[in-house]
């Protein structure tokens, strides 16, 4: 397989403030508030809320009190007589504002940026990297249901720019390297209005920082002014994990809508990178994303294939390359999970260091199991957790219906069936009448033929008499 560098990648979702403010365009104030000039909302008495979007009167109302699905410190629950929702504060989003309005992916050579703008449904502007407003490679664009970048997680919302480290385009980042790690940075502009840049925009700095001689690797984002004049930066830093997870469908990456056939080759990539030596599978399931009626089947084991998953493993996970700890695969069939489209794997991983490499070594598994890579688990601080979701497509003609093991036809099969029955009914109609008629005009044709056959010669019978 060619382009394995490809896969050599370390991501992490972080994210930054993205702010509201009611004088840029489509950010105004809800319920009759009135827009201050310093871009915050004064709200009439009944409501509350950063763009007076908050009902006071349903605030914590119905069962807020005591099953709020609102993600704490980033919502408000309420409930406005049709269920418990979630009031987003200006820098979240989603149904239980679980998201933040600007995030940010990082891989070796790959930046990827999320911005979901408050009502986003409506905006007007453009986000870019900074000098290069005129380069449609250096703008943002809309998330579509068909992921257009394979680096975008599938919770993002709204819009994203995908810019390589070394882009020509949007201009290739030298890094800057100290003792312990090297830091690639580029400057983001967030512009509210297409026609111009006014001081309501936004301008981040935004740093991935790669490791060089340690284990620690992470990103940021500071918001900076759009001008010269120095204000407060806002740093985020957070440590990211060092393993990657890839899924390949014959022989193709999986994207995150396209769904794939029950039965394919499916190869599951497990990287590390940085100052990570080698690693070695803890622990691995996969399950069906269901609440009502969750579903499970266990793969790995301590190291080990589990049993229950021999059904669809094609082999146990091996190093994909000669004498390099940094790659693993794990080959299995695509299988589907009875009323559910969805397939989500789980994997805990313990990563090792030169110091500690010997932990992660693999050893056999137990007779009547497929080797495993690693051993029985030890006291392992360095462990980390991927996942990974594929769809599969219903087969073609046979659907599973319920819980009770039987299959049935779909409906437009069953319809395409019942039309075709009818037809082949009228042609055995038709050709019965058809076969009755020929047969009726045979008979007709012999009759007329008996009765002058006497007469043919001129002559009157002959007697057929004895004579006595």
């Known amino acids: 397989m060619t382009g394995l560098s490809f896969l050599l990648l370390i991501l992490k979702l972080i994210s930054a403030d993205a702010s509201f403010n009611c004088l840029r365009p489509n950010q105004e104030c809800l319920n009759n508030g009135t827009c201050l000039v310093t871009g915050s909302c004064s709200c009439q008495p009944t409501h509350e809320g950063f763009d007076c979007g908050l009902d006071k009167a349903e605030k ?6 005591s099953s709020s699905p609102c993600t704490v410190g980033n919502s408000d629950c309420y409930d406005d007589g049709s269920g418990m929702k979630c009031y987003c504060y200006s820098d979240y989003y989603g149904l239980k504002c679980q998201e933040e309005r600007i995030q940010i992916l990082c891989t070796e050579d790959h930046m990827v940026i ?16 900074e000098g290069k407003a005129d380069s449609p490679v250096c703008q943002d664009k809309l998330i579509s249901g068909v992921n257009a970048s394979i680096y975008i997680p599938n919770n993002w919302a709204g819009r994203y720019l995908d810019v390589e480290h070394s882009s020509v385009v949007c201009g290739a980042i030298t890094p800057v390297r100290n003792d312990t790690r090297m830091e690639y940075t580029r400057k983001l502009v967030v512009q509210y209005n297409k026609d111009f840049l006014t001081a309501l925009d936004e301008r981040f700095s935004i740093t991935c920082f790669l490791p060089i001689a340690n284990i620690s690797i992470s990103n940021s984002i500071s918001k900076v002014n759009t001008g010269n004049i120095n204000l407060k930066t806002v740093v985020r830093e957070d440590a990211i ?32 990178a940085g100052e990570y030596k080698s690693m070695r ?25 589990h049993a229950d998953a021999f059904s669809v493993i094609k082999k146990a996970p091996y190093l994909d390359t000669k004498n ?40 056999d598994c137990a007779p009547g199991k497929a080797n495993g890579f690693g051993r029985k688990k030890r006291n392992a601080p360095d462990e980390t957790t991927v996942e990974g979701v594929i769809k599969i497509r219903n087969p073609t003609l046979i659907t599973e219906r319920g819980d009770d093991g039987y299959c049935t036809l779909p409906d437009e099969v069953i319809a ?44 009157p019978p002959q007697s057929t008499s004895s004579v006595h």
């Open 60 to 65: 914590g109302a119905g069962g807020c009190g």
């Open 114 to 129: 999320g911005f979901n703008p408050y009502n986003s449904n409506n905006y007007s502007g453009m986000t870019y990297i």
């Open 416 to 459: 395409t069936l019942i039309a075709m029955a009818v037809v082949i009914f009228i042609l055995m109609v038709m050709s019965t009448a058809l076969l009755a008629k020929s047969v009726i005009r045979h008979r007709r044709s012999r009759s007329k033929l008996s009765g002058c056959s006497g007469s043919v010669s001129g002559k």
């Open 281 to 305: 599978i803890l622990s691995g399931e996969a399950n069906n994303m269901q609440t009502n009626g969750s579903r499970s089947l266990r793969l790995i084991e301590n190291s080990c294939i």
């Open 241 to 272: 994990k060092p393993v990657v997870l890839y899924i390949f469908a014959d022989g193709e990456l999986v994207e995150v809508n396209t769904p794939i056939e029950v039965g394919s080759d499916l190869l599951l990539y497990f990287n590390i």
């Open 324 to 363: 390099d700890s940094t790659l693993i695969a794990f080959k299995l069939t695509a299988f589907k999970f009875v009323g559910s489209s969805s397939v989500s794997f789980r994997f805990s991983i313990k990563v090792c260091v030169s110091i500690n490499k010997a932990d992660c070594e693999p050893v």
